[in-house]
């Protein structure tokens, strides 16, 4: 079935600096979504991407989706302790069935 | 957007029995989703809810272990019958709203998670 690894599993960095997280499907996505969860939360929706080699940004937030629609990253520029979570992929090959990456747990120190 | 409410919180439960959690919307949604996340783990989608049909199970997950119930378009029940130990986890429902006039393709809402700890 449809696997949809993501790395790293864990990240610390001190503030101010970049942070990436790189998700890659088993499988061809018609579209990947990703959700940040603060600690003792629930996920919250990000962004959605759908097309080929798509580019979105939001603030310092900066999403990719591959030309092969198998593969995403999220890079966060010049880090704040707000930006403090768990981001997680999240792909779907086919309706609205989305199948989540491991996530990745982000701590910043300032 | 959608407001998801779920009850209860969070319980603390005996072996071998069983907790049936709500999940309300605030609205009328399109699809209603029941996932499992274990401690500092990712999210296991367990179950698409159907209005008025019989829940879809992922694998790995049966209707005898997690009935689950929809009676309309705002509200779900997901059962963990039979718990053990195992079962130990917070149970998240999500939903695909139906917002400006169609159905949502987009993001899924989710609610706050009810945390479960069998002992």
């Known amino acids: 079935g449809q696997q949809v690894m993501q790395i790293p599993q864990y990240q610390h960095v001190q503030e101010g600096e970049d942070f990436t997280t790189y998700c890659n499907s088993s499988?061809?996505?018609?579209?990947i979504q990703w959700y940040k969860q603060r600690p003792g939360g629930h996920p919250v929706f990000l962004i959605q991407?759908?097309?080929?080699?798509e580019v979105k940004k939001q603030k310092r937030l900066t999403f990719q989706f591959g030309e092969a629609k198998k593969n995403s990253s999220l890079h966060i520029t010049a880090t704040q302790t707000t930006d403090v979570g768990t981001y997680f992929c999240?792909?779907?090959?086919?309706?609205?069935?989305?199948?989540f990456g491991a996530g990745t747990i982000l701590r910043v120190k300032s | 957007s959608a407001v998801i409410s779920q009850k209860p919180s969070r319980d603390i439960c005996q072996r071998g029995t069983s907790l049936t959690i709500q999940c309300q919307v605030d609205s009328q949604v399109t699809m209603m989703f029941w996932y499992r996340q274990q401690p500092g783990q990712s999210l296991t989608l367990i179950a698409t809810a159907n209005q008025g049909s019989e829940a879809t199970y992922e694998s790995g997950f049966v209707i005898d272990k997690f009935p689950i119930s929809r009676p309309n378009l705002t509200f779900s029940t997901l059962t963990v019958s039979n718990m053990s130990p195992e079962d130990s986890s917070i149970y998240l429902c999500s939903v695909l709203p139906y917002s400006s006039g169609r159905y949502s393709t987009e993001e899924q809402f989710f609610g706050p998670g009810t945390r479960l700890t069998v002992l």
């Open positions: 499988t061809t996505l018609s579209n």
């Open positions: 991407l759908v097309k080929s080699g």
């Open positions: 999240a792909g779907s090959e086919y309706g609205n069935k989305l199948v």
